[in-house]
Nanobody
Framework: QVQLVESGGGSVQAGGSLRLSCTAS????????MAWYRRAGNECPLVSTI??????YYSDSVKGRFTISRDNAKNTVYLQIDSLKPEDTAVYYC????????????????????????WGQGTQVTVSS
């Protein structure tokens, strides 16, 4: 059974930093592409990905401020978020197992489309100005 457990969210002031963690189990973590999505309102955009080979991707809105990394020995993927802005306020979801077609997840009434087959339950990040 695949499990993704996020942690590290919280409330911070603009300009602050947080480090999100996602601990995975139930699959071969070393071989899996991983990702972070975030949900704000009715949108669930992809934030960042890291492939099994370490290749990374960032959306334009977070490039230069967010850093994704992974520790295969700990089955954990991280998202370091710096220079936080109020518009970064969202629930952040860890995702695993890239697919060839999108899947649909429902989170707090919002339909989220995902290129990844598994999602965690999320961790809240709130940024005040």
């Amino acid at each position: 059974q695949v499990q993704l457990v996020e942690s590290g969210g919280g409330s911070v002031q603009a300009g602050g930093s947080l480090r999100l963690s996602c601990t995975a189990s139930g699959f071969t973590f070393n071989d899996a592409d991983m990702a972070w999505y975030r949900r704000a309102g009715n949108e669930c955009p992809l934030v960042s990905t890291i492939n099994s080979d370490g290749t990374t991707y960032y959306s334009d809105s977070v490039k230069g401020r967010f850093t994704i990394s992974r520790d295969n020995a700990k089955n954990t993927v991280y998202l370091q978020i710096d220079s936080l802005k109020p518009e970064d306020t969202a629930v952040y979801y860890c995702a695993a197992d890239r697919r060839a077609s999108q899947r649909v997840f429902s989170r707090q009434g919002t339909i989220c489309w995902s290129w990844f087959g598994y999602w965690g339950q999320g961790t809240q990040v709130t940024v005040s100005s």
